[in-house]
């Protein structure tokens, strides 16, 4: 197959869950090929990639080699420089998280943000010694690693460059980076997603894992609550905050099929979704800092998502 068609139909599996996999914009999945780097391009949803769309491609040595002589690990806008000046220009733009794609050796690197990975970091915090002995009966302690809180960007890409090699990275309010040989890496995550709830009592989300459809068995879950004041769980939603809270003030349910038909209204939609679930999930979850919302917030590739978007609202999105 065709390393595109490849990409796409990666792109689509993980792109079909929402929103527990997934929410408007978010995630990525790359490809590496004769020292390029196949990634989805920013600001495209995963489940809209097509081999002649939504599609980027890098060159994985500049792109290293670039970002390597800077000693400092805070100069985004040398990363942004880096990803411009490096990627094929009658493709689209590499996706903000290219760095941690381009720096992981592996041919398969899948990132998304899954609420299962979420939730795990939350217990290996507060329930240490049950996370311990149910994690070391599932994997291999070498196939998976914790990642702090870090803003995404250079700084992600710098600490998962610095920690050791593994097939499973689990980023704290954020998601999960799986980095492989092989795409049946998928599967196995899928597998130990759905054991992980099993295991410590998430149940409705478990359901919404094994469902087909995802996206209406979710809304039907948080229609009711939709109106709750704003979490900040993850890093989109601190990038999307004013337009979310003008999202929450329009008072429409959650999964409002109007809503379908506008896409940036929907991409506002599944966000929103995530972090009900999240909180009816574990109302104890921590939510990231104000300090690090506000960084994330003025990171210069995240400014162009956050332009885009409120353009498409403006326009009514075509
Ligand atoms: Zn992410």
Redesign the pocket.
């Known amino acids: 197959m065709d390393v595109k068609e490849e990409l796409v139909k990666l792109c689509h599996k993980i792109g079909n869950r929402i929103p527990t996999w997934t929410q408007g914009q978010?995630?990525n999945a790359s490809l590496k090929e004769n020292g390029k780097l196949w990634i989805k391009a920013s600001g495209e949803r995963l489940d809209s990639v097509a081999a002649s769309r939504g599609l980027a491609v890098l060159d994985i040595n500049g792109f290293l080699a670039e970002i390597q002589p800077s000693p400092s690990i805070s100069d985004e806008n040398q990363y942004s420089k880096a990803i411009a000046e490096t990627k094929d220009p009658s493709y689209g733009t590499p996706s903000m998280?290219t760095g941690f794609h381009a720096v992981l050796p592996r041919r398969v690197v899948l990132?998304f943000?899954s609420l299962a990975a979420i939730l795990m970091g939350h217990v290996m915090e507060h329930q240490e010694t049950k996370w311990k002995s149910w994690i070391s009966t599932h994997t291999k302690k070498s196939q998976i690693c914790p990642v702090p809180l870090i803003c995404?960007g250079r700084k992600l890409m710098a600490a998962i460059g610095d920690l050791p090699r593994a097939e499973i990275y689990i980023l704290k309010n954020?998601?999960v980076i799986l980095h492989s040989d092989s795409e049946g890496i998928l599967d196995q995550w899928q597998a130990l997603e759905i054991q992980f709830c099993e295991a410590f009592g998430y149940k409705t989300l478990k359901a919404l894992l094994e469902s087909t459809h995802p996206w209406s068995d979710a809304t039907a879950q948080v229609k009711e609550i939709h109106s709750k004041e704003l979490k900040l769980y993850f890093?989109d939603a601190a990038v999307f905050k004013p337009q979310l809270n003008l999202h929450l003030a329009k008072n429409r349910s959650i999964g409002d099929p109007a809503i379908l038909a506008e896409r940036a209204e929907r991409n506002l939609d599944e966000i929103l979704c995530a972090t009900v679930l999240l909180n009816l999930l574990e109302p104890k979850l921590q939510e990231i800092s104000p300090e690090l919302a506000l960084e994330i917030r003025g990171m210069p590739l995240e400014k162009e998502r956050i332009q885009k978007i409120s353009r498409n609202s403006e326009s009514g999105n075509k």
């Open positions: 978010g995630g998280e990132h943000h995404p954020h998601g890093p």
